[in-house]
């Protein structure tokens, strides 16, 4: 298991831009796909995006497609989602997490709060 801390989420206008972060520990970081959900109050925490072990590949749910950018610097441990183009339907707290191969996410950050407001 790999332990995640995401940061970087705040309070935000419409229209306005964050960067959230997730620093993963441990040596293996690459051979790990790293994600994105996020889970807004009363709703069910939803897949954001998605992006592989060498950051070659990459897969988004529609609502976030053209504004969100997941990334990876496998040197410093840390997955990154830039979310630009922000709405108020995107405020939720949002999780990083890992898995190895096609199983599933069993690695899980502590979440942190983005916040739209119109």
């Known amino acids: 298991q790999v332990q995640l801390e995401e940061s970087g989420g705040g309070l935000v206008q419409a229209g306005g831009s964050l960067r959230l972060s997730c620093a993963a520990s441990?040596?293996?970081?690459?051979?790990?796909?790293m994600g994105w959900f996020r889970q807004a109050p009363g709703k069910e925490r939803e897949f954001v995006a998605t992006i592989s072990g060498s950051g070659s590949s990459t897969y988004y749910t529609d609502s976030v497609k053209g504004r969100f950018t997941i990334s990876r610097d496998n040197a410093k441990n840390t997955v990154y989602l830039q979310m630009n183009s922000l709405k108020p339907e995107d405020s939720a707290v949002y999780y990083c997490?890992?898995?190895?191969?096609?199983?599933?996410?069993?690695?899980w950050g502590q979440g942190t709060q983005v916040t739209v407001s119109s």
């Open positions: 441990g040596r293996t970081f690459s051979s790990y796909v």
């Open positions: 997490a890992a898995k190895k191969g096609l199983g599933d996410f069993g690695s």
